[in-house]
């Protein structure tokens, strides 16, 4: 193992740790009785919003594309998922919510390689624009769906009273009323629900970590620092560019499996425009490209508005604050300039501790 190596393990690492570390400090406040009931409500959502925005800094900070559409791949993830474990009861609890996840992976990532292919031709703010209109398409589409299933199987519909069920039949997507009771279907396991968010994120840094620092990433980082000079060596952009935004997809469609097994109620209203801008925001003010400054900043920004409330109407006012305040530390030259000095500073005394 060379230095660079040994430097990107380490890295690692680091980040693993840090996401162990917070969930042995959680569940410690919470052992203890210092963790208040509406703390413990924002836990697996941020799991679920962390696996979005690591996803999601796949393709904005090592892809170098904009995307806009990451909502709808939560969307189709989460309602293929939520279908799944209504109509398949019968299957034991643990093995049902793992096909559930693999489903819902599956499913977004048949649905981003069928859209990545003709997106990814276009560049910019091009392509930012169409993954945008995905996104809305997807949610209109299901909006206006009704899905039942009886003895004799599964029914689809646009209208309500599309089918007519049997007798015992359930009906489960009710169009914009979405999908009820997914929740209950696993109470004996929802405590275990924050712990399963915790191993999804580890899962999803294993995976990103592992793509970036391949042949594949290479090629792909290749792909996104000059386009004309990776394809003069042979490399297949848009190849490398659908690989990185398939597995984003994947990777968003296992975000909305937790997100829809969390809630009792499934709606597709929520996973619209604003919830893409979110997350990219998320992905900004973390450091685009970097996946250790995505989960802190997922993780403080949407405990924030929650955390003022005692403010009342300065709440939001805080939180723009802060907001700002994080994008000058991460993006000012200023900023940069002064954590350029903090790290010199540090890195003689460190060189001079291994040369002894």
Not at 253 to 267: E, P, Q, R, T
Not at 293 to 318: D, Q
Not at 330 to 341: D, E, F, L, V
Request: proline share 2%.
């Amino acid at each position: 193992m060379n230095k660079n190596e040994r430097k990107i393990f380490k890295n690692n690492m680091l980040t693993y740790l840090m996401v162990i570390a917070f969930f042995v400090i959680v569940q410690t406040m919470s052992s203890t009785g210092h963790l208040s009931n509406l703390l413990n409500a924002l836990l697996v959502p941020i799991c679920v919003y962390t696996v979005a925005t690591l996803s999601l800094n796949l393709v904005v900070g090592f892809s170098g594309e904009l995307s806009l559409g990451h909502a709808g791949f939560m969307c189709v993830g989460a309602y293929a998922s939520a279908l799944f474990s209504n109509i398949a009861q019968n299957v034991p609890l643990v093995p049902r919510f793992i096909i559930a996840i693999l489903i819902g992976a599956a499913v977004a990532a048949v649905f981003g390689f069928l859209i990545g292919i003709p997106v990814l031709r276009l560049r910019g703010d091009y392509l930012a624009i169409v993954t945008l209109a995905f996104g809305e398409i997807i949610k209109n589409l299901i909006n206006i769906l009704y899905v039942g299933v009886d003895e004799n199987g599964l029914h689809v519909a646009t209208t309500s009273n599309g089918y007519k069920l049997a007798a015992g039949g359930k009906q489960i997507m009710k169009g914009a009323l979405g999908i009820s009771g997914t929740s209950a279907l696993y109470k004996p396991i929802k405590s275990w629900f924050f712990l399963i968010g915790i191993i999804l994120v580890l899962i999803t840094l294993f995976i990103i970590q592992n793509l970036v620092y391949s042949r594949t990433g290479r090629a792909i980082m290749a792909a996104r620092d000059n386009r004309i000079a990776a394809e003069s060596v042979g490399i297949n952009v848009l190849k490398y560019k659908l690989t990185a935004f398939v597995v984003s997809a994947a990777l968003a469609g296992v975000a909305g499996v937790l997100y829809s097994h969390n809630l009792s109620m499934l709606k597709v209203s929520t996973f619209d425009y604003n919830l893409s801008i979110l997350i990219l925001v998320y992905v900004v003010l973390g450091g685009i490209g970097n996946l250790r400054g995505s989960i802190i900043a997922t993780v403080i920004l949407y405990a924030l508005p929650e955390l003022l409330r005692g403010f009342s109407n300065y709440r939001m006012l805080i939180y723009a604050v802060v907001l700002i305040a994080m994008m000058l530390f991460n993006w000012a030259p200023a900023a940069r300039n002064w954590r350029s000095r903090m790290l010199e500073k540090i890195r003689p005394g460190k060189e001079r501790k291994e040369a002894a």
